[in-house]
């Protein structure tokens, strides 16, 4: 049997949850008899069923009376090791044991303390034969948003912007002026359906008045992250409007009203980045987009707080303006959006 090639298979249903499992990994399963996949199933959404659980009951339902006799002679390839505590549903390695699969091939290993090995010692206990490692990079990668917040203890960080070809990232005098196309608008919105999160400051919403929503393609909105410390913002802007979570970094109160989260913090003007990385990891977000200004990208840089970088150079100058954030890493990748380049750059391995 090719391990790589159903392990893959897993990784394609994994990536279907993309934006509606967090804080959840995403996970994909396949059920393979005599080199025949017979079920196959992802975690769709957070708090619903995991992906072993939609894989056996895909088996189930198709197969009727052989289903369990074929389980008894199947491999189940899971691209994360089977949970084996009881969250919010029961533990899919007790699943596993109980439908008396014959083989387990297993991507990672979960580096949650709950799960790390457990699963596998279940399984292996079961008498059941378990494999792990198959496309342990590509898994991880997947799932580098999860990686992050249970290793490093705070979301998985994505810096994006646009700037022009001489390298110039809004006017000196603080107006709205789009520098990237059409296009990039349509993707930037498409990235911000997928992620927990999107973070601006106070500069970038008096100068523009975002929505920061998901307007132009069909996505849940992120949460929306703003850092106000005197709480200067006008209660009209578009930030207010109750389209979607918000919360608030100020200096002033912590108080819930509505959908509006004011969170305090002391000292905003020191070591600002790592301050707002650990509460939103306290809050359980695993993902953020941060979108600026300049000047909080710039924060986020030099202080080493950033995993991605996403950023549009259109082919127009400027010559003059507030400079756009300097940023080293790896290229991942270079393409065209309509008439712009999207460069993306990752400081880590995954």
Not at 5 to 23: F, I, T
Not at 25 to 38: L, R, S, W
Not at 226 to 249: E, M, Q, R, T, W
């Amino acid at each position: 049997m090719n391990h790589e090639h159903y392990m893959r298979r897993c990784l394609e249903l994994a990536l279907k949850g993309k934006g509606n499992v967090s804080p959840n990994p995403m996970v994909g399963c396949v059920i393979v008899h005599e080199d025949q996949i017979i079920g196959e199933g992802y975690h769709q959404k957070f708090g619903q069923a995991h992906a072993e659980v939609n894989a056996i009951n895909d088996v189930l339902q198709k197969h009727g009376d052989q289903a369990e006799s074929l389980l008894a002679n199947a491999t189940a390839y899971v691209s994360l090791e089977p949970c084996a505590h009881f969250g919010k549903t029961p533990p899919c390695a007790d699943l596993l044991v109980k439908h008396k699969l014959k083989k387990v091939v297993i991507g990672n290993t979960d580096p949650f303390d709950s799960v790390n090995g457990k699963g596998i010692e279940k399984l292996k206990n079961a008498g059941i034969e378990t494999i792990s490692g198959i496309l342990d990079e590509e898994c991880r990668a997947v799932n580098r948003r999860f990686f992050t917040r249970i290793t490093q203890q705070r979301p998985y960080l994505i810096l994006k912007w646009a700037q022009t070809l001489d390298g110039f990232f809004a006017p000196s005098d603080q107006t709205q002026r789009w520098i990237s196309g059409a296009e990039a608008k349509v993707l930037s919105h498409q990235w911000r359906s997928e992620e927990d999160a999107i973070l601006v400051g106070k500069t970038t919403v008096l100068a523009d008045n975002p929505q920061l929503n998901t307007r132009e393609v069909k996505g849940k909105n992120p949460i929306r992250i703003v850092i106000d410390k005197s709480l200067s913002i006008p209660k009209d802007y578009h930030i207010f409007n109750g389209d979607a979570k918000i919360i608030i970094f100020n200096e002033v109160k912590t108080e819930v009203i509505n959908n509006i989260h004011y969170v305090q913090m002391e000292d905003m003007h020191f070591y600002l980045p790592q301050k707002i990385a650990y509460q939103l990891y306290l809050m359980d977000i695993q993902s953020v987009i941060i979108e600026g200004g300049a000047n909080l990208l710039q924060q986020f840089i030099k202080d080493g707080l950033w995993d991605e970088a996403r950023i549009f150079t259109a082919n127009v100058n400027w010559e003059s303006g507030i400079k756009a954030p300097q940023v080293n890493g790896k290229i991942i990748e270079e393409i065209p959006v309509g008439n712009d380049k999207l460069q993306i750059l990752r400081q880590n391995n995954l």
